[in-house]
């Protein structure tokens, strides 16, 4: 895959301190990028912006002020914000019957729904006016049911709807926004149980440079609103959605297929 140079671009990373995040900030960097990284793990981070040249920036991007404090920081520091990467994420470990708590469902819809909102939000403000690129880290989770761990399919589904409702809505301000979703990958997110279980099945784990990868795509495609899955062994690409079925008439007739008019009349209403 032939790399694009970012040169003089800004990107600002959350859950930099490794794994995804971290890949692709030294991707970034070895292209041009200056990165700033953002996590809890401020010992991790501090390594990864050491070795990126860049700058690590505390933020629990479950907190609306850290987010928004955060990128103040990027801008202050250096002038602009052209790429956030919305990355950060738990799992949850819970479900929704007797082994139900609430606790660990609150922390992960916060980490994982909450800090991405919070993040595009900070990242919008920063970017009006010049445009920019946000790709929010959401999984094959949010592209399918994931009865193994139902809070995590619940608020990883709630990026994908974020990202393909708020992209189209910000193209205009030439700000894009997209997701990646990728399968299972060799990160420390993925506890031993479940490589093991993976393993006796046969199914192997992606790459960190394979995400980083499907990463560089989003943000070079020059799309909005898209879903960028990645599996093991098949090329990344955005995933494509089965439109819902079009309204009819009192009749019964088709109305027509102008779903995607009712959306644009809406989201242009809601601007003015
Ligand atoms: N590895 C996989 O199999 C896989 C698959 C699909 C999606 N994902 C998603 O990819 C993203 C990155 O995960 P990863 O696989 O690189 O694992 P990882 O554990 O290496 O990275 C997650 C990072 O998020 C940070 N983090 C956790 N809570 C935070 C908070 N409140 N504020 C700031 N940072 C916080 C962690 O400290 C960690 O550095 C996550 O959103 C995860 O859900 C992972």
Not at 144 to 172: C, E, M, Q, W
Not at 183 to 198: C, E, H, K, Y
Not at 229 to 235: F, L
Request: charged share 20%; net charge negative; proline share 4%.
């Amino acid at each position: 895959m032939s790399q694009p140079r970012f040169d003089g671009k800004v990107a600002w990373i959350t859950g930099g301190a490794g794994g995804f995040g971290a890949g692709v900030a030294r991707r970034l960097a070895a292209h041009g990028a200056t990165v700033v990284v953002s996590d809890i793990d401020s010992d991790n981070g501090e390594l990864v912006a050491k070795e990126t040249g860049g700058e690590f920036v505390p933020c629990d991007v479950t907190s609306y002020d850290d987010n928004l404090a955060a990128v103040q920081h990027v801008v202050d520091g250096h002038g602009r914000l052209d790429i956030a990467f919305l990355n950060a994420g738990v799992t949850t470990g819970v479900g929704v019957g007797d082994d139900f708590d609430l606790a660990l469902y609150r922390k992960a819809m916060s980490v994982n729904l909450d800090g991405v909102v919070f993040g595009m939000h900070a990242a919008i403000k920063a970017m009006s006016g010049r445009g920019g690129q946000i790709v929010a880290t959401a999984s094959l989770a949010g592209l399918t049911g994931t009865p193994f761990d139902p809070i995590y399919g619940t608020n990883k589904h709630g990026v994908v709807g974020l990202v393909r409702s708020a992209g189209p809505a910000h193209t205009g301000d030439g700000i894009f926004i997209n997701a990646i979703c990728p399968g299972f990958a060799d990160t420390n997110i993925v506890s031993p149980q479940a490589r093991a279980a993976l393993s006796s099945i046969g199914v192997p784990l992606l790459d960190v440079e394979d995400v980083v990868d499907a990463f560089i795509s989003a943000v070079t495609s020059g799309e909005a609103g898209q879903c960028w899955y990645i599996q093991p062994g098949r090329p990344h690409e955005a995933f494509r959605f089965r439109n819902v079925p079009g309204p009819r008439d009192d009749s019964g007739g088709s109305v027509s297929d102008r779903a995607g008019d009712v959306q644009s009349t809406l989201t242009e209403r809601r601007a003015h």
